[in-house]
């Protein structure tokens, strides 16, 4: 008998490559963090020697989702201020109360409550954007979990830089500090047109294509973006990122709630990736992503959940949910949006979107052993009659029983291995007291 590490049976196993597939009754076997084979159990237990053996029988095993796009600090937002529009929401509330409040601390006492939250619900990927990424990195090394990071770039001062040269300066940093660790991937992060100016973004194209760095930005969020960029530029936001050279299969561009019939193919054939934020989208008004028209147009779409200030959750089974049936109602059509497809949006297309998709996002042989187990024996998802269809229309991400990030297990019959779960939610409710007696704070504004 060959070796191995783990040998995970479940009811079904959903691969998401190719899209579609369930098996029944397989397994999966691991060994040195990577999948090494998926076939029937019963041949699996002959075949492979493991040193641990998992039943699953009445649950789904499937990739680990990728949450592509959040602001995990942000979770110390949560609720602070909501009802309202984008520019009201950053420019009021938000922006002030980060000047006021992010720190180191904050940053790390909110993306541990980030990740708990996301590993708890399937999530052992994530795509973050914001302040003190290196705190970040060092948050997402303790945690087990797997994450792209952001090195933010803006063009006014914050906390964490002065101007475009300093995030830029700084960024790079933390990304030598962390070159080469095998969970964490550095991406180049500028916030926004309309927050990052010519020069910055030349800068950043130029860098991008030196270091074979992803890119990572919000783009076409609202209309007044629109808006503004032809009255400042004389041109719509992706015309000038498209003359700046920064459409290529490097970015992710996050949103894009605000797209002409003539732009989808631009973005076909750059290779850009498209990440939608249905729930974020929905709750700012923000407009609605054509997912129909960029799924028909061969656009890699991936999911992401948005910072919890703007959600508020992390949760990307809610995501999915979302994001067929919105899909389904703006295109007029019920056939759009498949559940298959929509997973694949949450798993390997967002793994794409990172730059990961040859490493995780599906259940192939020799990839990372990103995974996740679902107990579907619950009231609400029963009876089976297609599992792909329950955990994109029924499931709760309470559901979520076990998950993997290389081999290891971060959580266990729902409980995390890693995170000090009370310690965490202790901290949480510390900055809670904290913004919410102070007169700076937004609940106040």
Known sequence: MDPADLIISARWIIP??????????HALVVRDGRILDLLPAAEALRRYAAREVLQRPHHVLLPGLVNAHTHSPMTLFRGMADDLPL???LGR?????????????????????????????????????????????????A?????????????????????????????????????????????????????????SFRQIRLLANELDTQLHMHVHETASEIDDS?????????QRLDELGLLTPQLAAVHM???????????????????????SNLKLASGFCPVSELARAGINLALGTDGA?????????????????????????????????????????????????DRIGSLLAGKEADVICVDLSAAATQPVYDPISQLVYATSRDQVSDAWVAGRQLLADHQPLLADAP????????????????????AHD
């Not at 998401?16 to 009754?25: A, N």
């Not at 989808?264 to 054939?269: M, N």
Request: proline residues 5%; negative net charge.
């Open 16 to 25: 998401v490559e190719p899209e579609g597939q369930v098996l029944d009754d």
């Open 87 to 89: 520019d009201i929401w």
């Open 93 to 141: 509330h938000i922006w002030p109360a980060e000047a006021r409040w992010v720190d180191a601390g904050f940053v790390r006492d909110g993306t541990e409550l980030a990740m708990l939250e996301m590993l708890r619900g399937g999530t052992t990927c994530f795509n973050d954007m914001y302040f003190f990424p290196d705190v970040i990195a060092h948050a997402v090394d």
């Open 143 to 199: 945690s087990g979990l797997r994450a792209g990071i952001g090195m933010i770039v803006l063009e006014h001062p914050t906390v964490w830089a002065q101007d475009a040269d300093e995030y830029l300066r700084k960024g790079l940093a933390v990304r030598d500090q962390f070159r080469g660790h095998p969970r964490i991937a550095m991406s180049f992060a500028p916030h926004a047109p309309y927050t990052v100016a010519d020069d």
């Open 230 to 238: 032809q009255k400042r530029y004389a041109r719509r936001p992706l």
């Open 257 to 279: 709630t605000q797209l002409t019939a003539a732009e989808i193919p631009l973005l076909a054939e750059r290779g850009v990736s498209v990440v939608h934020c249905p729930e």
């Open 309 to 357: 200030g703007s959600n508020n959750d992390l949760d990307m089974f809610g995501e999915m949910r979302s994001c067929a049936l919105l899909a389904k109602g703006v295109a007029q059509r019920a056939d759009v949006a498949p559940a298959a497809a929509v997973l694949g949006m949450a798993t390997h297309n967002g793994a794409k979107a990172l730059g990961l998709g």
């Open 423 to 442: 310690a965490i939610l202790a901290r949480a409710e510390a900055w809670r007291a904290r913004l919410s007696t102070s007169r700076g704070s937004v």
